[in-house]
């Protein structure tokens, strides 16, 4: 056998290994009576929904992204790696992220499990290219595990920084939002009104923000459960500026104060502090520029200035 073919099946080994460790992780999480119980239950909601998606697919004519973004939810329902706490913990990034849909979990984990394999299999591939692992077979197996598991973060990963950033635009447009409920409250709308007014002023301003008002619009005018709605946004955007302000409200509801009068008070407190986040980042912007001056600045002014000195003193040297 030549070097090749030994490297070609000891690379495939090592991905059926991989495929062996998944099979076990499910049979460990997934084993006894009452797992396939809830295994077959599961199995058969997930058969009702494809029925109903493939339906769907053969009654509208769908473009290729719907229809990857459908295979890749069925990919993520039949995939038993990750069970119902998991799910409901990335429902919640997701939602915090901006993506509402029934099918985003799912899709999230097709994904995740798609770019672990892509990684593991070129771990695999390149394995013997790598320097000190490529020549030892078990070496390359714990390297293709741990690509394997860090492909899987990476996804998660990546919609944690979109809802990071998603939070840092909806609190840096808040005060603005506030000063707008504090004007259609003075003008006599009620909460509800007053909430879609915001959504709509900031739907050119700060989408996300005006995404999440107008959503808590429609569950004031279905449910009218107040309490529960308000509750909804500030689980939905996680910022403390966010809950104070659905706590002010609440207790405005709850006692009978006027909530003109605690919107105005909020709004001066959220336009404050955005002032001095302000001002701090003004202030911690010097020291941050002293390493890039030394490193990138400092050496070109040294090289002009001390430049003509050193080529004289290397000729004066040279000539004696």
């Given amino acids: 056998m030549t070097q090749d073919n030994a490297e070609t099946l000891i690379n495939l080994l090592m991905l059926f290994a991989l495929f062996a460790v998944l099979?076990?992780?499910?049979a460990t999480k997934h084993?006894?009576?009452r797992g396939r119980i809830a295994e077959r239950a599961r199995l058969a909601a997930l058969t009702h929904r494809s029925d109903r998606a493939e339906l769907e697919d053969a009654s509208e004519d769908v473009g290729f992204r719907t229809r990857l973004l459908r295979r890749l939810a069925r990919i993520g329902d039949k995939i038993p790696l990750f069970d119902a706490k998991y799910r409901l913990k990335l429902q919640k990034q997701m939602v915090r992220s901006g993506y509402r849909s029934n099918?985003?979990?799912s899709i999230l984990l097709a994904v995740k499990f798609c770019v672990g394999l892509i990684c593991a299999a070129l771990t695999v591939m390149m394995g013997s290219h790598i320097p000190m692992?490529?020549?030892y077979p078990a070496a390359r197996g714990i390297a293709m595990l741990m690509v394997f598991i860090v492909g899987m973060i990476l996804p998660e990963y990546v919609v944690a920084f979109r809802a990071a950033r998603r939070r840092k635009a909806m609190a840096g447009c808040l005060p603005d939002a506030l000063d707008l409920l504090v004007i259609c409250t003075?003008?006599?709308n009620s909460l509800g009104v007053s909430i879609r007014r915001v959504a709509d002023e900031l739907k050119s301003i700060c989408p996300p923000l005006s995404d999440e008002f107008s959503l808590t619009a429609d569950e004031?005018?279905?449910?009218g459960d107040s309490t529960r709605a308000l509750q909804a946004l500030a689980e939905r955007i996680d910022l403390p500026s966010i809950r104070a302000l659905i706590s002010t409200l609440t207790q405005s509801m709850r006692y009978g104060t006027p909530i003109t009068q605690a919107l105005r008070t909020l709004s001066r407190t959220e336009r404050l502090a955005h002032i001095v986040s302000l001002e701090e980042k003004?202030?911690?912007l010097a020291p941050k520029?002293?390493?890039p001056m030394m490193l990138f600045i400092l050496p070109a002014i040294i090289a002009i200035a001390a430049g003509p000195a050193v080529i004289q003193l290397l000729a004066f040297v040279a000539g004696q």
Avoid: F, T
């Fill in 103 to 105: 099918v985003a979990v």
């Fill in 23 to 26: 099979a076990v992780w499910w």
């Fill in 289 to 291: 520029m002293v390493v």
């Fill in 133 to 135: 692992i490529g020549e």
């Fill in 282 to 284: 003004a202030a911690k």
């Fill in 186 to 188: 003075n003008a006599g």
């Fill in 220 to 223: 004031l005018k279905l449910s």
């Fill in 31 to 33: 084993g006894g009576r």
